[in-house]
């Protein structure tokens, strides 16, 4: 979920916490005011040098550092990035408990770490740890340089402080909940993590920023769909992997992937594996991957296609149109890679063909709407009954960059306009994104339009907000849609939406 959809469900306290961690010197004391500062510099949100500075730990405190560590790892591994509270706090101390467990394992700790490598680490551990129950911000950098120089994880660092007594604290002691909402509260501070609360409060890092906090927390792929592309390797490129780290090879295929994934071994250390010519043929056997690049970019570039695999089932399977309106957003942008590694076309002609029926669904299924024949071919992709003497028409733009509308459409729109034998309430274009001169046509095509038809502009992401919550701003028990939200020429950003929603539908 991105930000701006999680802002409706956050309280005060968690707003101001999201506030505060990318917008400095900023008082406000009203939620709606919090939530309107947020929209308008979202941008700022989501920059990379504020998330990456953000997930910077080494001058914080030990146990709120580890315990950031382990709730990201959590979250970043969970469907759809969320967790409840109580999920969260038993995942993260599962997770300790298992490292603790790992650590005492002989077998483990020797395929896992090279000798040389974890004599000379633990050494300087026990040194650091020696005079106090802190480590130093000298001595963290240390670490850090060992730990590069060794090619260890922060996982190893882990099952090394435990077998010398300091993971997770001294002695071995678990963490407490108190010490990971402490860490909760941290994350939110830096915003990287957002608390929501529905049916029960939850934690979820916002889909705009968790490409970022996944490459930077070193967490490549989820679970899930790193084991999709194990299994797309055959058995002797997974034993290869399990040889090349001197882990035992044998044992069928599912044993050798479930042993990769235990040891925590990472897709690109997988995928470095393979030779160059292994690493293009995988490739050429995924459609629209870029296959060209040295090694480091082919690897990439598996390890991004994978990444836009979802295991996520229609959101109506009784509907086919669903699965368009589950991608609305890519048909929309034409992103053509996420598309196809979902399996949501199978052809590039038919994004545009999609993206009217994702849109025809969210109408009908979504905004309860009936939809309007139209005879011929030329005509707009949409009419529903605005009144008993007007309509509202909508058009579909499928474009990669930010819709420019073009003089073509605009006599396009305006011949569509004119033919139509009732009045026309609006003219509703839906695209993924717009220009500054696509507002400007709007408004010339409101004034040639010579019958006050208002052209609203709204992007893919917004229409689906309204789609998903309009009905919370109805207080009846079967509330009806009032197409009155879109009759206005603008550019309908989500908080011009949300306001009209406010006073239209209630």
Known sequence: MQ??????????????????????????????????IILKNIEEFRNDKRVKSNLN???????????????????????????????????????QSQILHDSQDEDY????????????????????????????????NILYTLRDEFNLSIRDHYLLESKIGRFPRKNGKLHSTQNIDQSLKDLQQRGIVVRIKSDAPYYVIPSDIVRIVRYEMGEELRT????????????????????????????????????????????????????????????????????????????????????????????????????????????????????????????????ETYFEQATEYLFEKKLGLQLEEMPGSKHTDGRIKFDTKSVMLWDNKSTEKAYTFPNAHFDQFLGY?????????????????????AINQAQKLKVFSEQDTGVALIRTEDLKYIAEHWKEYSEQKKPEFNLQV??????MNRQLLTNRMEWIIN
């Not at 879109?486 to 550019?491: D, G, P, R, S, V």
Request: net charge negative; glycine share 2%.
């Open 3 to 36: 930000l701006q959809d999680l802002l409706p469900l956050m309280s005060k306290m968690y707003l101001s916490r999201t506030v505060d961690s990318f917008l400095k010197d900023v008082k406000l004391y009203e939620e709606d005011e919090m939530r309107n």
């Open 57 to 95: 730990f080494r001058t914080t405190d030990r146990d709120i550092t580890l315990l950031n560590r382990l709730i990201l790892k959590c979250l970043l591994g969970s469907q759809n990035y969320i967790l409840t509270e109580k999920q969260l706090h038993k995942e993260v101390l599962d997770l």
């Open 109 to 140: 700790m020797n395929a896992k770490i090279d000798a040389t490598a974890g004599r000379v680490y633990t050494a300087v551990l026990n040194t650091a740890w020696l005079k106090d129950d802190a480590l130093n911000e000298h001595e963290i």
């Open 224 to 351: 899930e769909t790193y084991q999709q592309l194990l299994k797309d390797l055959n058995l002797t490129q997974l034993k290869q992997v399990l040889s090349s780290m001197n882990i035992n090879t044998s044992g069928v295929k599912e044993a050798i992937i479930e042993r990769i994934i235990k040891y925590n071994i990472l897709p690109s250390q997988t995928l470095a594996n393979l030779s160059n010519t292994e690493l293009t043929q995988f490739l050429r056997s995924k459609e629209g991957v870029r296959i060209s690049g040295n090694k480091e970019e082919k690897i990439q570039n598996i390890i991004d296609y994978y990444e836009n695999i979802t295991t996520k089932a229609d959101s109506d399977p009784t509907d086919e149109r669903s699965i368009y309106y589950d991608f609305m957003d890519q048909l929309a942008s034409r992103n053509y890679k996420a598309l196809r590694a979902n399996r949501v076309i199978q052809k590039d002609v038919n994004v």
């Open 417 to 437: 306009i004119r033919s139509e034998k009732m009045r026309v309430a609006v003219f509703l274009i839906v695209a993924h994104d717009f220009t500054q001169e």
């Open 486 to 491: 879109f009759n206005l020429t603008a550019e």
